[in-house]
């Protein structure tokens, strides 16, 4: 099935979050977390995500708000992965995978999205 087997749970990819992609000056280019389950990332069209954004001096983690350090996935900054705005995305809205997030934070960002969605 090839493109649409490569993303896994956990993964950091570079995506188009613009509302428009059929104008390239629209283009809204952004990291996410994978949050979909392996399952359904290897048999849908479409992946869960979390966006990734610049911690802007922020030095630990929120609620809903989980802080990764520059080196730990590569982005050159430190980062938020915000599990309160979940989204759905179709593959061909990817630009590529730039990393993994490591377990102990995945467990973070997953605890965010359960409390954003009262799962506890």
């Given at each position: 099935m090839g493109v649409m087997n490569l993303f896994s749970r956990g993964d950091v990819i570079l995506v188009n979050l613009s509302n428009d992609t059929s104008n390239p000056k629209s283009e809204m280019i952004s990291p996410a977390v994978v949050v979909s389950s392996d399952t359904l990332n290897a048999n849908l069209d479409t992946l869960i995500v979390c966006p990734v954004i610049d911690a802007n001096?922020?030095?630990e983690s929120r609620i809903?708000?989980?802080?990764?350090?520059?080196d730990v996935i590569g982005l050159g900054k430190?980062?938020?992965?915000?599990?309160f705005q979940i989204r759905s995305i179709i593959k061909n809205r990817i630009i590529r995978r730039v990393g993994s997030l490591p377990d102990a934070y995945l467990k973070q960002v997953q605890e965010g999205v359960s409390a954003a969605l009262e799962l506890q």
């Amino acid at each position: 099935m090839g493109v649409m087997n490569l993303f896994s749970r956990g993964d950091v990819i570079l995506v188009n979050l613009s509302n428009d992609t059929s104008n390239p000056k629209s283009e809204m280019i952004s990291p996410a977390v994978v949050v979909s389950s392996d399952t359904l990332n290897a048999n849908l069209d479409t992946l869960i995500v979390c966006p990734v954004i610049d911690a802007n001096g922020i030095s630990e983690s929120r609620i809903g708000a989980t802080l990764v350090p520059e080196d730990v996935i590569g982005l050159g900054k430190n980062c938020l992965v915000l599990s309160f705005q979940i989204r759905s995305i179709i593959k061909n809205r990817i630009i590529r995978r730039v990393g993994s997030l490591p377990d102990a934070y995945l467990k973070q960002v997953q605890e965010g999205v359960s409390a954003a969605l009262e799962l506890q």
